[in-house]
């Protein structure tokens, strides 16, 4: 069964940073691509940043240029940097993955990150 393992999360002051990791059981070339949600209490989950296989990235306006997204391919494994972190990017973070031709959507269990003022 493949899988999307979350790691990294914790509790940071404002201005700190944390990175966090998504291992996938499978080739992440499996995957068209991959990408980091976060949902807030009471707020839907919104994208954070993704990643193709071919490098191109994107992200929420409301993260750029503090977090970078970078997959690692001989480990099977997407990170997202976070820095300048502030109380707002408090959420429990989700990793994706995506595959276009039939629709496959995974998600990991999530891994709460807790930014304090």
């Known amino acids: 069964q493949v899988q999307l393992v979350e790691s990294g999360g914790g509790l940071v002051q404002a201005g700190g940073s944390l990175g966090l990791s998504c291992a996938a059981s499978?080739?992440?070339?499996?995957?068209?691509?991959m990408g980091w949600y976060r949902q807030a209490p009471g707020k839907q989950r919104e994208l954070v940043a993704s990643i193709t296989t071919g490098g191109r990235t994107n992200y929420a306006d409301s993260v750029k240029g503090r977090f970078t997204i970078s997959g690692d391919n001989a480990k099977n494994t997407v990170y997202l940097r976070m820095n300048g972190l502030k109380p707002e990017d408090t959420a429990v973070y989700y990793c994706?993955?995506?595959?276009?031709?039939?629709?496959?959507?995974?998600w990991g269990q999530g891994t709460q990150v807790t930014v304090s003022s």
């Open positions: 994706n993955a995506k595959r276009h031709y039939d629709n496959y959507d995974l």
């Open positions: 499978v080739s992440i070339f499996s995957f068209n691509t």
